[in-house]
Structures are given as structure tokens and as C-alpha cells.
């Protein structure tokens, strides 16, 4: 079983400057290639000029993956089709283009949805998975991940400062000392730990980790 991720840049024919964001983006995902090798079985690439995917062996660091390619490319957005399933064809380790299987076609059915959302239907997620048999498991992700969609839209500037910081240096994670962080951004740990309650960060943080939980053991 494998994990497909395709990434759509939104309005990308209106972002000024197209090669410099292409190259910015081709730097990242090789930074995530390096730093994600043990999850990955086959490596992110930009596959068309607003496109990029990436093939993985196991969803434990998936989310953490999209977050940090959100968080290194803004103001520039994105949507995420991800596709769980099995690989047809040989696999190249060094680029995900070339191999097939249903893996890659839920993927795509998923962005194709996002991309072109059907007249009068209010996008309310950037992120879409398909590929689980169980249809209840799966609505009930696909809700979560709206849920966390409308978490991360209502934060405020200063909370979205903090929270770029903890996932950008420690991952999607919890497992950090909040005296610490707020010593590196120099605020007080009072202060730091109002931000995450009111931005609900640990509920964020949590939900996408139970998903990652429930993709490795769902077929």
C-alpha cells in the first residue's frame, strides 16, 4: 500500500515571477526529498508548471510534509489530492512520474474534485483523500480535514507566527518545551501558551496525526 501526493498551485497563471516560484519550489522539495528519504518511495518533482508529486511508503510524515511545503511557498496556496492504494507498475525511486496504479488515479480523482468543484459547492478544504474502502472511515476523515482547514484560516497573524516557527524547526508536532520556544521568540511562555490554546494548534495537530494513524491500518 502506498501514499500518493499531488499538489496544485492555485491561480498559478496569476503569480508574477512563475520561474523564480518554480525554482523555490523545485529547492524545497528537495530539501524534503533529503529530509523525508525514510518515508518516501519515490521522490517529489515538479511534474508540470504547477504541479508537483510524490510517492510514500507509509502517511506517518505526510502531513507534516504538506504543512511545511504550505508554510515555505506562502503567500503562494495550494490544494492536495492524496491517494491511498497499489502501485501497477515498476516504481523509480529517484522520480515519481512514469509509474501507475490506483494510488495515483485516486490521487488525481482528488485534485480534479478540488480543482473544479461543481457549481454553487463551497470549497471548504485544500486537502482531499481517497482510496479507502471503508466509505464512513473515509467521509469522516475528508470532514477532519476540513475541520482543520477552518482551524488553520482563522488564525490570527501572531499565532500564525508562532506556529509557522514550531512546524518549521520541530515538525507537526506537540513534543516541544513551550519555555523554549518562547525563549526563541522572545516572548513570554505565558503569552506563547495563550496563542496555541486560542489557536487551537494542539487540536490541529492532533487530528492530522490521527488520520496519518488511521491511513496505515485502513485498506
Same mark, same amino acid.
Given at each position: 500500500?502506498?501514499?500518493?501526493?499531488?499538489?496544485?498551485?492555485?491561480?498559478?497563471?496569476?503569480? =508574477?515571477?512563475?520561474?523564480?516560484?518554480?525554482? =523555490?519550489?523545485? *529547492?524545497?522539495?528537495?530539501?524534503?526529498?533529503?529530509?523525508?528519504?525514510?518515508?518516501?518511495?519515490? =521522490?517529489?518533482?515538479?511534474?508540470?508548471?504547477?504541479?508537483?508529486? @510524490?510517492?510514500?511508503?507509509?502517511?506517518?510524515?505526510?502531513? *507534516?510534509?504538506?504543512?511545511?511545503?504550505?508554510?515555505?511557498?506562502?503567500?503562494?496556496?495550494?490544494?492536495?489530492?492524496?491517494?491511498? @492504494?497499489?502501485?501497477? #507498475?515498476?516504481?523509480?525511486?529517484?522520480?515519481?512520474? @512514469? !509509474?501507475?496504479?490506483?494510488?495515483?488515479?485516486?490521487?488525481?480523482?482528488?485534485?480534479?474534485?478540488?480543482?473544479?468543484?461543481?457549481?454553487?459547492?463551497?470549497?471548504?478544504?485544500?486537502?482531499?483523500?481517497? @482510496?479507502?474502502? +471503508?466509505?464512513?472511515?473515509?467521509?469522516?476523515? +475528508?470532514?477532519?480535514?476540513?475541520?482543520?482547514?477552518?482551524?488553520?484560516?482563522?488564525? #490570527?497573524?501572531?499565532?500564525?507566527?508562532?506556529?509557522?516557527?514550531?512546524?518549521?524547526?520541530?515538525?507537526? !508536532?506537540?513534543?516541544?518545551?513551550?519555555?523554549?520556544?518562547?525563549? *526563541?521568540?522572545?516572548?513570554?511562555?505565558?503569552?506563547?501558551?495563550? =496563542?496555541?490554546?486560542? !489557536?487551537?494548534?494542539?487540536?490541529?495537530?492532533? !487530528?492530522?496525526? #490521527?488520520?496519518?494513524?488511521?491511513?496505515? #491500518?485502513?485498506?
Amino acid at each position: 500500500m502506498y501514499y500518493a501526493i499531488i499538489g496544485d498551485i492555485v491561480d498559478s497563471k496569476k503569480i =508574477k515571477n512563475r520561474l523564480e516560484m518554480q525554482e =523555490k519550489l523545485k *529547492e524545497f522539495l528537495n530539501k524534503i526529498n533529503n529530509d523525508y528519504d525514510d518515508s518516501i518511495a519515490s =521522490k517529489f518533482i515538479i511534474t508540470l508548471g504547477d504541479e508537483f508529486q @510524490g510517492l510514500l511508503e507509509n502517511p506517518v510524515k505526510m502531513f *507534516e510534509i504538506i504543512n511545511k511545503i504550505e508554510l515555505y511557498m506562502k503567500p503562494i496556496k495550494f490544494r492536495f489530492g492524496i491517494g491511498v @492504494g497499489n502501485i501497477l #507498475t515498476n516504481i523509480d525511486e529517484k522520480m515519481s512520474i @512514469g !509509474s501507475d496504479g490506483p494510488v495515483w488515479w485516486n490521487a488525481r480523482n482528488m485534485i480534479s474534485e478540488l480543482k473544479y468543484l461543481k457549481k454553487g459547492v463551497k470549497q471548504i478544504s485544500n486537502i482531499k483523500i481517497s @482510496g479507502i474502502k +471503508n466509505q464512513n472511515v473515509l467521509d469522516l476523515i +475528508n470532514i477532519n480535514l476540513c475541520l482543520c482547514h477552518s482551524i488553520k484560516n482563522n488564525w #490570527t497573524n501572531e499565532q500564525r507566527k508562532v506556529i509557522e516557527h514550531i512546524v518549521l524547526q520541530y515538525g507537526l !508536532s506537540d513534543n516541544f518545551v513551550q519555555k523554549h520556544i518562547a525563549l *526563541e521568540l522572545g516572548m513570554s511562555p505565558e503569552n506563547l501558551n495563550k =496563542k496555541l490554546k486560542l !489557536s487551537l494548534y494542539y487540536d490541529y495537530v492532533y !487530528s492530522q496525526k #490521527t488520520i496519518a494513524k488511521i491511513l496505515e #491500518t485502513e485498506r
